[in-house]
């Protein structure tokens, strides 16, 4: 059995909390609409700042990525899968973790990240948690 809001309370503070591996038993409302939050690189200061700006008991699901442009039409690197966030979340987990992510991109496809003048972009979105057989 699980509780759903020390769940909430646990999401990404010891591991990334991916979409994919929520427990099947919880519904999850993704009909918000999405926003943008744009950081100069991947700066553990501008992430701790995103995540103190969450409401008490929200939930966001964020998709990471990086641009060059910052153009909604122009080519961008995703960082990884959704994952879900409140404001009790571990920025230094998550900054370490974009870091890793990042320099795997950058030895999966050749470029040195160092050199890159580049924004991480955090797609968000807030959604609701709830138990599907409440």
Request: charged share 25%; proline share 1%.
């Amino acid at each position: 059995m699980y509780n759903l809001e020390n769940i909430k309370k646990q999401l990404t503070t010891n591991e990334i909390s991916f979409l994919v591996n929520i427990d099947r038993r919880i519904n999850i409302d993704k009909n918000d609409k999405y926003y943008y939050y744009q950081i100069s690189g991947i700066n553990l200061a501008s992430i701790t700042n995103f995540i103190l700006n969450i409401r008490n008991h929200d939930i966001v699901l964020v998709h990471p990525f990086i641009s060059i442009k910052c153009r909604h039409n122009d080519p961008y690197l995703t960082l990884s899968r959704q994952f879900l966030l409140s404001n009790n979340s571990n920025s230094n987990l998550i900054s370490e973790y974009l870091s890793y992510q990042l320099e795997e991109a950058g030895n999966d496809f050749k470029f040195d990240h160092d050199e890159l003048d580049y924004k991480l972009i955090i797609k968000y979105k807030r959604v609701y948690l709830d138990d599907k057989f409440a």
